[in-house]
T-cell receptor, first 113, second 112 residues
Framework: AQTVTQSQPEMSVQEAETVTLSCTYD???????LFWYKQPPSRQMILVIR??????QNATENRFSVNFQKAAKSFSLKISDSQLGDTAMYFC??????????FGKGTKLTVNP | EAQVTQNPRYLITVTGKKLTVTCSQN?????MSWYRQDPGLGLRQIYY???????DKGDVPEGYKVSRKEKRNFPLILESPSPNQTSLYFC???????????FGPGTRLTVT
């Protein structure tokens, strides 16, 4: 069974600085997808960024980028120029052939003014 | 507007009183799923459905039932709720083979 591990339960960063959230996963599959979801206080699950395992190029969405290391099974999220609105829980998730999303336990990120 | 809706958004109930949380999507998605979110545990899958009349257990199915009689609806049924089912519940849907799931707004359930 796949597992997703987020080793940082909580993190904080100053506004305008850069922060990196860590995620590792375990799978025997070769084709899969990885995601970062953001959950603000409203509780809505918002897709931040996704990465297809067959693509070597790291995904980027504006201030959000990932460092995908397939051999190491690592998928970290970098947030540049942090903003107060980035304060949220962040979940790393894995999706293999079964279409089931397997989530990590989350990292609570606080952006301080 | 493409969306997944859940009702109710908040529910407080007592042990043993049957309840249903509805989920509906307007995107003609084949795949639908229920997750529960608990502090420190992330989201865990309860049940999922690949299409009408096709459902299967996820990681934490005990105490829950589902049905998929129509493509757009995927209700979650708690026949005899217990306090350990107090949680935040999410419904999600996606096209078959797609890699983005759309989440509903969540249902906060408290069982006393």
């Amino acid at each position: 069974a796949q597992t997703v591990t987020q080793s940082q339960p909580e993190m904080s960063v100053q506004e305008a600085e850069t922060v990196t959230l860590s995620c590792t996963y375990d799978t025997s599959e070769n084709n899969y997808y990885l995601f970062w979801y953001k959950q603000p206080p409203s509780r809505q699950m918002i897709l931040v960024i996704r990465q297809e395992a067959y693509k070597q190029q790291n995904a980027t969405e504006n201030r959000f980028s990932v460092n995908f290391q397939k051999a190491a099974k690592s998928f970290s999220l970098k947030i540049s120029d942090s903003q107060l609105g980035d304060t949220a829980m962040y979940f790393c998730a894995f999706q293999g052939g079964s279409e089931k999303l397997v989530f990590g336990k989350g990292t609570k990120l606080t952006v301080n003014p | 507007e493409a969306q997944v809706t859940q009702n109710p958004r908040y529910l407080i109930t007592v042990t043993g009183k049957k309840l249903t949380v509805t989920c509906s999507q307007n995107m003609n998605h084949e795949y639908m799923s229920w997750y529960r979110q608990d502090p420190g545990l992330g989201l865990r899958q309860i049940y999922y459905s690949m299409n009408v009349e096709v459902t299967d257990k996820g990681d934490v199915p005990e105490g829950y039932k589902v049905s998929r009689k129509e493509k757009r609806n995927f209700p979650l049924i708690l026949e005899s709720p217990s306090p350990n089912q107090t949680s935040l519940y999410f419904c999600a849907s996606s096209r078959q083979g797609a890699y983005e799931q759309y989440f509903g707004p969540g249902t906060r359930l408290t069982v006393t």
